[in-house]
């Protein structure tokens, strides 16, 4: 009865809105709360079809390759428990990007430059046909050095056994580096004079710095005179990143190409948001610099890959099938007394196709076409109206285990509200502010997520439009903060603004992938993702639901919607 009454006061609160309209503006919905938990060790809170290993923690996405038809996945590793440690490089390997077999661990510490960690790092296709991975080593002084392993047999196609030479270390923090902020070397690539490059993560002077090195042999590396790039907005940059994207189209390119009609990203981690910033630029061969677009430092305006829980992301190009592919780590938001009773921490994000969007102001990520793959039967619904107080719910389709993409469609821009410029530094306290339960003009519009049949606990992913100077903004919010009734696990709210032009397109695109633990959203068609990791005491209990709604005075339209259940694949089982 209880569950029926706060339905039923749902419901009326919406009718109140449709009713009074402007009238009921800023009026405030709030839901129950519970002091019954279950337990989170529950196996309901593992990823179906997200990328991780059996037990244990994992963290950084390491050396992603595509080699003589296999791709490979190498990641940081706690072979003995699920907290940080004894780091090794675990690795796994698949033909199609979703079904994934592990192999032993491919480099662990044991010798003098790697015997307290090997660290994050890059492969490199040498020659078109020789593997080489670069990594970080904490050597027997705790110092960070830069290290090479290659494979033991190249006959073997799943490269499962690698050594690492006795002439490493191939880089060491001397000449004003410090030995604790020096790591996480890239992929390498030939300059001009046939001579490899490769960039190292640095912290020098308090700024975040990609040390340049050469070298003739991949063995043999000198410091160039400058670095790649230096900023004084931010500090270390941790797991650079530098590749190339064309200008036009979405076909990647590899990481050597360099052509009047190519422009380079520069990505950083950063410990201050934890999550991963880039800039855009043009690499000049010449100096051997990045010359970026725009000189701006300040790192809060920096362009981020994902605006939710992101970090340590690497690309590679898959020369198969000309495309570059992102990988990145998304850990936990809950304790870590919370991971040892699990048992595991860390996943790793969907596989994204990664290109420069047409406006050549940002990137754009989407997931690989194969995820499509997994689709099963589900919900399709065209040419829905969603009124004022409009809440309806996606039915035929496991709600835990999903992948929905809609359109909403705006027939008025009327009533969007005007935009307090000061909002566009902080996206995700407008987001706070402005949640899902306060109507405004055009929106709060979207969908509510892994969610309880009362709505206590509900995941938020939502749209507003604001009238700008100069025309109108698109504000995208992934609001976790009603995700559980744990009290011990994170739940903020993540929003940013959507770089699109919504007079011209008349229409905003959302897709999310839901996956237990994971709410994975592409915005905009893939302009604008914000990632969470969320933790609903109903994905324990069962009976759980994914509603559309529309809390804005404006009638929105839902031209389409396809939801879909996902198959589990193989993954490292």
Same mark, same amino acid.
């Given at each position: 009865m209880a569950s029926f009454l706060w339905i039923l006061c749902f419901f009326c609160y919406f009718f109140v809105f449709a009713s009074n309209g402007a009238a009921a503006y800023r009026r405030v919905f709030r839901f129950p709360e519970s002091q019954e938990t279950s337990s989170i060790a529950s196996n309901q809170y593992r990823t179906a079809y997200h990328f991780q290993p059996p037990k244990n923690w994992m963290n950084d996405p390491n050396g992603p390759m595509y080699y003589n038809g296999i791709y490979h996945l190498f990641y940081q590793y706690n072979p003995n428990s699920a907290v940080w440690g004894n780091i090794t490089w675990g690795h796994s390997i698949s033909t199609d990007l979703i079904n994934w077999t592990p192999q032993d661990p491919a480099i662990h510490p044991s010798k003098s430059f790697d015997i307290n960690g090997c660290w994050s790092g890059s492969a490199?296709?040498?020659?078109? %046909?020789?593997?080489?991975?670069?990594? !970080?080593?904490?050597?027997?002084?705790?110092?960070?050095v830069q290290n090479v392993a290659i494979p033991k047999n190249l006959s073997d196609p799943f490269l499962r056994e690698w050594s690492t030479p006795d002439y490493n270390p191939l880089m060491e923090?001397?000449?004003?580096?410090?030995? %604790?902020?020096?790591?996480?070397?890239? !992929?390498?690539?030939?300059?001009?004079?046939?001579h490899w490059r490769v960039a190292v993560g640095a912290q020098i002077a308090g700024n975040g710095t990609?040390?340049?090195?050469?070298?003739?042999?991949?063995v043999h590396w000198v410091r160039a005179a400058s670095p790649l790039h230096t900023s004084k907005g931010s500090g270390m940059w941790e797991c650079p990143d530098f590749y190339p994207v064309p200008s036009k189209g979405r076909q990647g390119l590899d990481t050597s190409e360099n052509s009047k009609d190519v422009k380079r990203v520069l990505k950083m981690s950063l410990s201050e948001t934890q999550s991963d910033h880039y800039m855009l630029g043009k690499y000049d061969i010449e100096k051997d610099i990045f010359v970026p677009d725009e000189t701006v430092d300040d790192y809060r305006v920096w362009l981020r890959y994902d605006y939710g829980k992101f970090y340590a992301s690497k690309t590679f190009f898959d020369e198969e099938k000309k495309r570059r592919i992102s990988w990145a780590w998304l850990n936990e938001s809950d304790t870590e007394a919370d991971a040892l009773l699990k048992g595991w921490a860390g996943i790793q994000a969907a596989p994204r196709t990664i290109w420069l969007d047409s406006n050549g102001r940002q990137l754009v990520q989407w997931p690989v076409k194969e995820l499509e793959s997994l689709r099963r039967n589900g919900a399709h619904l065209q040419n829905t109206e969603l009124k004022t107080g409009g809440l309806f719910e996606i039915k035929g389709v496991k709600a835990s285990q999903a992948d929905v993409e809609v359109d909403f469609e705006l027939p008025s821009l009327e009533r969007a509200e005007p935009l307090d410029p000061s909002w566009l530094m902080d996206p995700p306290k407008l987001c706070r502010e402005e949640d899902a339960s306060v109507q405004g003009g055009l929106g709060p519009f979207g969908l509510l997520i892994l969610a309880s049949h009362n709505l206590e606990e509900h995941t938020a992913v939502f749209f507003r439009v604001y009238k700008a100077h100069n025309g109108y903004m698109v504000l995208l919010c992934s609001d976790q903060r009603r995700s559980s009734?744990?009290?011990?696990?994170?739940?903020p709210a993540y929003g940013s603004f959507v770089d699109m032009n919504i007079e011209k397109?008349?229409?905003i695109s959302l897709r999310t992938l839901i996956d237990h633990s994971v709410v994975e959203s592409f915005a905009g068609g893939g302009r604008t993702c914000i990632t969470a990791r969320v933790y609903p005491e109903v994905l324990v209990t069962g009976d759980i639901h994914l509603y559309a709604f529309n809390n804005g005075t404006e009638t929105i339209k839902i031209p389409k919607l396809q939801a879909?259940?996902?198959a589990k694949p193989w993954i490292n089982v």
């Open positions: 490199t296709i040498r020659r078109g %046909s020789e593997p080489a991975i670069l990594y !970080t080593g904490i050597d027997a002084e705790n110092r960070q923090p001397v000449d004003g580096l410090d030995p %604790s902020q020096f790591r996480d070397p890239m !992929t390498a690539w030939h300059g001009s004079d046939g990609a040390v340049l090195y050469k070298s003739s042999d991949f009734l744990r009290p011990e696990v994170d739940k397109e008349g229409r879909w259940d996902m």
